[in-house]
């Protein structure tokens, strides 16, 4: 059941974020991660503010330079319907369309799936973890087969955004709204680093609220793409995932952003593997050693070690398919 809370609808963004600088008032998006947060009572919830009059939030544009700006409130299935995005970023419209159900997805938006939380079962159940205020990360000698193999410090969640993943890999820009106005910052710099705070999941200071996530022009010759292995067929988060953005000119990749997902608190980028592969021929030797590169420096718990195999495989099949031989 619910606890009781308060519910407002703000008919401007300054006045969102003048009610969401209360650490007890939450923006309601879609609803479709949140309200579960509210019926399991996994945090306190004062007030709920809905973005829903906030019409400046959703839908799709072209940006002055050639890229796209994407309205926090836009929904996953608007995304992965856009022929916009279809066209100048598919693996974007693959990502969003790899999230959960067709339901979800025309409920989820795209703010709300940046800003979701972990679903680590501790968190979400009856237990007294790190990221509640508990003393320590009871997945490190618990069951952990779902949790990260890299960035683990502290906390163990993988962070659960598919889309996350393919805007860092295009290199996205996050706009933010909030009482000292608006700013911007790289897509990365949103997810907190449990070592730096666990108990939040980004950035956002108190009545900061997305309002857009700008992507740059593609640039020629970039092939995207976003692969997501899961454990059943039906909707389910990512064990592992693969977003690349990659150029490929007279057969020498000039250009390779390879972010994953499943992989750590926030969404992990194989730098290693960029470096291998970028200036180089796209050979099946040298995928095979960007595979391996991508999991330097793995740390698995008890029962994820599975991931680094799994992880190879998806990177080595997913840059299989730009191999020209
Ligand atoms: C059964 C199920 C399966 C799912 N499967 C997947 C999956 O496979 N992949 C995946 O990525 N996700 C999945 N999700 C998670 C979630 O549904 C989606 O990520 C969805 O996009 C969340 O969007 P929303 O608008 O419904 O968010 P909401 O529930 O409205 O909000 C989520 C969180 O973000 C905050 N928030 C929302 N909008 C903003 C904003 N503009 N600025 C700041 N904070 C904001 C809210 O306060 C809340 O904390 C699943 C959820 C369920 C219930």
């Not at 952990?144 to 502290?154: E, Q, R, V, Y």
Request: with cysteine.
């Amino acid at each position: 059941m619910f606890e009781d809370f308060a519910y407002a609808r703000p008919e401007s963004v300054a006045q969102a974020a003048q009610l969401l600088q209360d650490e007890t008032a939450h923006a309601l998006a879609g609803g479709s991660d949140l309200l579960g947060c509210l019926r399991e009572r996994i945090f306190p919830v004062k007030t709920i503010v809905s973005l829903s009059s906030l019409k400046e939030l959703r839908g799709i544009a072209r940006t002055a330079e050639g890229g796209l700006s994407l309205g926090a409130l836009t929904t996953l299935a608007e995304v992965a319907g856009s022929t916009e995005v279809q066209t100048l970023y598919p693996g974007l419209a693959q990502a969003a369309a790899e999230v959960a159900s067709p339901q979800l997805r025309n409920q989820g938006t795209l703010g709300g799936n940046l800003c979701q939380k972990t679903r680590c079962w501790y968190y979400r159940g009856d237990f007294d973890c790190l990221r509640k205020g508990g003393a320590s990360c009871l997945a490190v000698h618990g069951e952990n087969h779902l949790h990260c193999i890299f960035g683990g410090d502290a906390c163990y969640m993988v962070h659960p955004s598919d889309t996350a993943p393919m805007l860092q890999a295009l290199q996205a820009t996050v706009w933010v709204a909030g009482p000292a106005g608006d700013r911007s910052l790289p897509l990365e710099q949103l997810f907190m680093p449990p070592a730096q705070d666990p108990t939040r999941e980004t950035t956002l200071q108190p009545g900061e609220l997305v309002t857009h996530i700008h992507l740059p022009p593609p640039m020629a010759g970039q092939q995207t793409s976003y692969r997501k292995v899961r454990a059943r067929r039906s909707w389910d988060f990512a064990l592992a995932g693969v977003a690349l953005a990659v150029i490929i000119e007279d057969e020498i990749v000039t250009s390779c952003r390879m972010v994953l997902s499943g992989a750590a608190p926030f969404p992990w980028q194989a730098t290693q593997a960029e470096a291998l592969l970028t200036g180089a021929a796209l050979t099946r030797e040298r995928v095979r050693a960007a595979a391996s590169a991508a999991m330097q420096g793995a740390e698995p718990l008890t029962h994820n070690a599975y991931k680094i195999e799994l992880f190879k495989g998806i990177i080595q099949e997913e840059l299989a398919r730009l191999v020209r031989e």
